[in-house]
């Protein structure tokens, strides 16, 4: 099942979504990667506390920084 709804993004992102051929599908994956992530995220703090992300050095971030190519910071 699936529901029409109407979205405004920023140019860039829209481009991007416009050009995948299949925009709403091309969102749908966006949102299905960002709650694998979210439940991702979760686990780790199932697993090891609420506080796991304290033992992340600024080498571990620069690193991510680096292997995911973000202009944003990681963690």
Known sequence: MTKRITISL????????QES?????YIADAL???RRIKDGMA???QLW????QEGITDADRARANRLF?????VA
């Open 69 to 73: 190519g973000s202009s944003r910071d």
């Open 43 to 45: 686990a780790l703090e």
């Open 10 to 17: 920023p140019d860039d992102l829209a481009d991007e979504a």
């Open 32 to 34: 299905r990667e960002r």
């Open 21 to 25: 051929g299949n925009a709403s599908g």
């Open 49 to 52: 506390g609420p506080d796991w």
